[in-house]
């Protein structure tokens, strides 16, 4: 099971869509979680966006978070 968090409202404050909604991978970063595509902090207090959050075993559709988590999967170790 993964995290994945959904940003209702965006850094600045403002709503987020819900067409344009979609469910990120995080990460930690410095003790806190960050969406790995734009590395803006989820955790309350750490960021100003909004979120909602789940633990699933698959769902991230943020297309960008998928490119770097492929990206990652392409290296060699
Ligand atoms: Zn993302």
């Known amino acids: 099971m993964q995290t994945v968090v959904k940003q209702l ?3 600045d404050g403002e709503v987020v869509p819900v067409d344009e909604q979609v469910w990120h991978a995080v990460r930690d970063f410095a003790g806190d979680n960050a969406l790995v ?3 803006e902090y ?3 207090g ?3 966006g909004t979120y909602e ?3 699933m ?3 991230i559709t943020c297309k960008d ?3 770097v988590i492929s990206a990652f999967h392409k ?3």
């Open 9 to 11: 409202v965006n850094e």
């Open 37 to 39: 595509c734009t590395g």
């Open 42 to 44: 989820t955790s309350f």
């Open 46 to 48: 750490s960021g100003h």
């Open 53 to 55: 959050s789940k633990k």
């Open 57 to 59: 075993h698959t769902g």
């Open 65 to 67: 978070c998928r490119a």
């Open 75 to 77: 290296l060699k170790l």
